[in-house]
C-alpha cells in the first residue's frame, strides 16, 4: 500500500473556508489538492479541497465518484463551475467539470 500517495489525497489542511459550489467563479478552473466522502447534512458527499477553500459537489455525484477519488491526484485536475440549470424543481441543479489541467474547460467530464 502507498501510504505516501494515500495521504497526499486524504489530507486536509485546516482552517480552509467551505464555500458553496456556486460561489466559485464562473468558467474558472479551480485547481483541486484532494478529494473525499464525508458525512454531510443530508448523507455522504464529495468534499473537494481546493487551493484556498472546500466544497462539496451535489450528492446526486456521489456514488458515481467514490470510485474514482483515488484518482485525484493533488493538481492533476481542476473543477469548473458552468452555472445552474433548472430542472424544474425549487432549486437549479449546479452545473461543473472536472477537467485535467492543461486542457481546455471544454474538455473533462460534465456532471
Same mark, same amino acid.
Request: cysteine-free; overall charge positive; aromatic content about 10%.
Given at each position: 500500500?502507498?501510504?505516501?500517495?494515500?495521504?497526499? !489525497?486524504?489530507?486536509?489542511?485546516?482552517?480552509?473556508? !467551505?464555500?458553496?459550489?456556486?460561489?466559485?467563479?464562473?468558467?474558472?478552473?479551480?485547481?483541486?489538492? @484532494?478529494?473525499?466522502?464525508?458525512?454531510?447534512?443530508? @448523507?455522504?458527499?464529495?468534499?473537494?479541497?481546493?487551493?484556498?477553500?472546500?466544497?462539496?459537489?451535489?450528492?446526486?455525484?456521489?456514488?458515481?465518484?467514490?470510485?474514482?477519488?483515488?484518482?485525484?491526484?493533488?493538481?492533476?485536475?481542476?473543477?469548473?463551475?458552468? @452555472?445552474?440549470?433548472?430542472? @424544474?424543481?425549487?432549486?437549479?441543479?449546479?452545473?461543473?467539470?472536472? !477537467?485535467?489541467?492543461?486542457?481546455?474547460?471544454?474538455?473533462?467530464?460534465?456532471?
Amino acid at each position: 500500500m502507498d501510504v505516501n500517495f494515500l495521504n497526499k !489525497v486524504s489530507f486536509m489542511k485546516e482552517n480552509k473556508q !467551505v464555500v458553496k459550489l456556486s460561489d466559485l467563479p464562473l468558467n474558472l478552473p479551480q485547481k483541486n489538492f @484532494g478529494a473525499k466522502i464525508t458525512k454531510g447534512r443530508f @448523507g455522504d458527499a464529495v468534499l473537494l479541497e481546493l487551493e484556498e477553500s472546500v466544497t462539496f459537489l451535489p450528492q446526486r455525484v456521489t456514488e458515481s465518484y467514490r470510485p474514482n477519488l483515488r484518482h485525484f491526484i493533488p493538481e492533476k485536475y481542476s473543477i469548473i463551475f458552468k @452555472g445552474t440549470v433548472d430542472v @424544474g424543481k425549487t432549486n437549479p441543479a449546479l452545473s461543473f467539470l472536472i !477537467v485535467e489541467n492543461n486542457q481546455s474547460s471544454e474538455g473533462g467530464q460534465q456532471t
